[in-house]
């Protein structure tokens, strides 16, 4: 039984003593984790809109609190935990709705909550048990079995709140890797219908979105329980027909989606934004048998080849985790060799974090935290040399810029390999306009992430 901590209540207390108000009821949601969440809770803001609900911050009167959690780590599921403490603090004062989804709940199917007015869902169809609530007409808890996960649930997005907009494509992942918990918590691969996609993507062009990003919980597997031959690269083609995308992405795909042929298809398609995120995790063979990753440093050096040899002017990026059980300083060498040689931009580094329910978590070869910490620390140091580098490669090109972010008389964008820019805003430059840039220096180094400070470009008023 979870309890609430007494600042949490004063704090619900003093705005329950708000002047109620009698306009359209509110809701404020959180949300915790992956883009996949992220996308999800988009589709349960768009169903709380469609019933008349304003999103406002906690602080305002609030009639609901949705909470999309994340379980991946046990700091995930602290953060979870600590959220829904809060929410339950703030609501029990007003009265309000709680609805409680995702991951935290899916791992922790018979957990107790010390509210009446409290609504719980796992990873099934969130949207729709959103719309249930809302109906008066959901149970209060529901929770599939892994064996029950059979279908996707297709809870399309018209909007997104930053402006490259995300597609969630796919659920679920097979691959039952020995430190991860999430094939357990997301169910088997279940691909999108491929016509729902499509339709999404043309309603979002049609809303302005010029760059798309593909995502799922194992995104590379897209296809793989369809009928027809579809697969990311016939999904990629078809997409790129959409009048208005300027740029498709993907999220995070397994390095092993990358053969030649896979490649060469893409490459053909020239709406395919330059930059790849792999999952890479490690570059030690031995490691990557204990994670049960099944390829190999050698593996991941013939992937590079293949893409560098179709997409040149490319960037990658990749997720590492340090200090796994029996990891060596050999096994530390072979990783910072593959950042090397893959050239990462962008090196997401962890400190190994045993998740019960793994294989990984009862190892007899649990290295000590500090450990784990340092190399990672030490790890890190070395990406951010590699990412130097690679940002010095790119000085004095010419790139077209996606702008996100207008502030303090700068714009911010990323171009199409991922190059996060700074540079001067003008007259007439707006958000989700894409710009030409001439690339300078690299400035803003903060924990691995680097800006590039930039110079606006008119070709033609250059030229004269």
């Known amino acids: 039984m979870i309890s609430y901590s007494d600042k949490a209540l004063d704090r619900a207390k003093a705005l329950s003593e708000q002047p109620k108000r009698t306009d359209s009821p509110k809701v404020h949601i959180e949300t915790l984790g992956c883009r996949v969440n992220q996308y999800e809770s988009q589709a349960c803001k768009e169903v709380f809109e469609a019933f008349g609900y304003e999103c406002v911050d906690y602080t305002n009167w609030v009639d609901c609190y949705f909470i999309n959690t994340c379980s991946v780590t046990l700091e995930s599921d602290r953060k979870s935990r600590n959220m829904i403490r809060r929410m339950i603090g703030e609501a029990k004062m007003k009265n309000a709705a709680v609805i409680v989804c995702g991951c935290h709940v899916q791992a922790n199917p018979d957990e107790e909550f010390d509210y009446e007015n409290i609504y719980l869902c796992g990873n099934s169809n969130k949207a729709e048990f959103v719309k249930r609530v809302l109906e008066h007409n959901a149970p209060k808890r529901d929770v599939p079995k892994r064996s029950e996960m059979k279908c996707f649930f297709d809870t399309p997005t018209t909007s997104s709140k930053n402006t490259r907009a995300f597609i969630k494509i796919e659920d679920g992942c097979d691959n039952f890797c020995s430190y991860c918990i999430v094939p357990y918590l997301r169910g088997p691969v279940r691909s999108r219908d491929p016509e729902s996609i499509l339709r999404e993507a043309r309603i979002l062009a049609e809303?302005?979105?010029t760059e798309l990003v593909l995502t799922g919980i194992e995104t590379s597997y897209f296809g793989k329980d369809l009928e027809g031959g579809w697969d990311l690269a016939s999904l990629a083609e078809r997409i790129s027909l959409t009048d208005g995308i300027k740029r498709i992405r993907f999220g995070s795909l397994r390095p092993t989606l990358f053969t030649e042929d896979f490649c060469r298809r893409l490459s053909a398609i020239d709406k395919i934004a330059d930059h790849f995120h792999l999952s890479v995790q490690s570059g030690s063979n031995s490691v990557l048998t204990m994670m049960r990753r099944n390829y190999s440093h050698e593996d991941l050096l013939a992937v590079f080849e293949n893409i560098k040899r179709y997409f040149p002017a490319s960037n990658l990026s990749a997720d590492i985790i340090c200090g796994f059980p029996g990891e060596t300083q050999r096994d530390?060498?072979?990783?910072?060799?593959?950042?090397?040689?893959?050239?990462?931009?962008?090196?997401?580094?962890?400190?190994?974090?045993?998740?019960?329910?793994t294989s990984a978590a009862k190892s007899a070869f649990q290295l000590p935290v500090s450990v784990r910490k340092q190399r990672a620390s030490e790890l890190l140091e070395h990406a951010d040399k590699i990412a130097r580098e690679v940002l010095f490669s790119h000085k004095d090109q010419y790139h077209e810029v996606l702008v996100e972010k207008i502030s303090a008389n700068a714009c911010f964008g990323y171009t199409s390999n991922f190059i996060h820019t700074r540079f001067p805003a003008r007259d007439g430059i707006k958000k989700g306009q894409t710009v030409r840039v001439k690339l300078g220096e690299q400035t803003l180094a903060r924990s691995n992430s680097l800006t590039v400070k930039a110079e606006l470009w008119d070709r033609t008023e250059n030229e004269k």
């Open 207 to 209: 809303k302005g979105y």
């Open 332 to 357: 530390l060498k072979d990783s910072a060799d593959i950042i090397s040689k893959g050239r990462f931009l962008h090196t997401h580094i962890f400190p190994y974090s045993e998740r019960p329910g």
